[in-house]
């Protein structure tokens, strides 16, 4: 099913499919631009630039590089200094959405939570039912 939604860049209308995110404007914009980065990196003393550095000395967003590099236009095995985001920390990743650091930090987090439970499902059960009785005494 097509959805027909605003350019994000622009704003004019579009059609949006699985392959474009913007409008044939804006995505001819984006390709030029995709060629004059990857004419620079193809320079071999250009090759390990950062993405801050791409983005001073073509005039490119940062954001559209990290674009290019999740989804693999840019490959990161090629220029070394490419990458985008984590998610959580914001540290440069190559791959995936999060970096290792904060995968372990998750996983310590779901540990604990898995922990805590356990404890309180031991406490519920070793808790005992009491029953009193009063006798009247004649």
């Given amino acids: 099913m097509t959805e027909l939604l605003n350019c994000p860049n622009c704003g004019s209308i579009y059609v949006k499919n699985k392959f474009r995110e913007v409008c044939e404007a804006c995505f001819k914009k984006e390709e030029k631009t995709f060629e004059e980065v990857y004419r620079f990196l193809r320079q071999r003393e250009n090759r390990a630039a950062t993405p801050q550095a791409i983005a001073e000395r073509i005039g490119v967003e940062v954001a559209l590089l990290y674009k290019w590099v999740r989804k693999g236009r840019l490959n990161v ?62």
């Fill in 77 to 138: 095995r090629q220029f070394t200094n490419l990458g985008f985001p984590c998610e959580r920390c914001g540290d440069l990743i190559q791959a995936g959405k999060v970096c290792a650091s904060c995968v372990t930090d998750i996983k310590k987090d779901l540990q604990s939570v898995s922990e805590d439970q356990e404890r309180k499902k031991a406490r519920q059960q070793s808790k005992t039912a009491t029953y009193r009785t009063f006798f009247q005494e004649e």
